[in-house]
C-alpha cells in the first residue's frame, strides 16, 4: 500500500465510523422520542364490549373492528382492524391441568402488570422481524386468560398504545 492511499483509506474509515455512530444515535432518539410521544386518548373511540360467557372475561375494543368467527367451543374470540387485516386482538381462555397430572415442571413468574381492577397478570412484548405482538396471562384458580394485539412490525408503534389501554381495561368477572 502506498502513502498516498493511505490517507484516503483512513478518511473513508472515519467516515464510515461517523456515519455508523450517527445511524445509531439517531435510531436511538427515535426509540426515545416514541416512548415520550403523547398518550393514548381512549375518549377519542367508540368502544364496544366483548363478554365471554363460558370463562367469564370482557375487554373492550374498538366498535369498527370486525370480530372473526369464534370457534365452537366458545373459548375466545378475535378481531381484525378495519384498516389492516394484519392487526388482530384476540383474547381467549382455558382451564389448567391439576398441577398432579401435568407432567411439566412447576414454573412460577411474577407478575409484572395489573389491570385496572387490580389483577395482576403477565405481559409480554415480544418484537419480530416481521410480527410484533403484546400478550397479558392472568391465571386465577384453575383458569387461565389470555388477552393478545398483534401487527406487523412496522405498525406496531402505531398500536401499541391501543393494545396497552385494551389490556389494562380487561376484566375477570
Not at 426509540?31 to 368502544?47: E, I, K, Q, R
Not at 378495519?82 to 413468574?109: C, D, F, M, Y
Request: net charge positive; proline share 7%.
Amino acid at each position: 500500500m502506498s502513502t498516498a492511499t493511505l490517507p484516503a483509506y483512513s478518511l473513508g474509515r472515519k467516515i464510515y465510523h461517523h456515519t455508523y455512530r450517527l445511524g445509531k444515535a439517531i435510531a436511538l432518539i427515535i426509540m426515545l422520542w416514541g416512548c415520550t410521544a403523547p398518550g393514548f386518548n381512549a375518549s377519542n373511540v367508540v368502544w364496544k364490549t366483548y363478554t365471554n360467557n363460558r370463562y367469564r372475561f370482557e375487554f373492550p375494543y374498538p366498535s369498527n373492528w370486525n370480530a372473526l368467527p369464534p370457534p365452537d367451543n366458545g373459548d375466545g374470540i378475535a378481531f381484525v382492524s378495519p384498516q389492516k387485516n394484519s392487526v388482530i386482538i384476540r383474547s381467549w381462555a382455558g382451564n389448567r391441568l391439576p398441577e398432579a397430572v401435568s407432567p411439566e415442571a412447576k414454573v412460577t413468574v411474577n407478575p409484572n402488570f395489573k389491570t385496572a381492577q387490580g389483577i395482576p397478570g403477565v405481559m409480554v412484548v415480544e418484537v419480530g422481524q416481521q410480527g410484533s405482538s403484546m400478550t397479558l396471562t392472568i391465571t386465577q384458580g384453575q383458569v387461565k386468560y389470555y388477552w393478545q394485539g398483534r401487527s406487523d412490525s412496522q405498525d406496531f408503534t402505531d398500536y401499541y398504545r391501543l393494545f396497552y389501554y385494551i389490556a389494562q381495561q380487561y376484566k375477570v368477572l
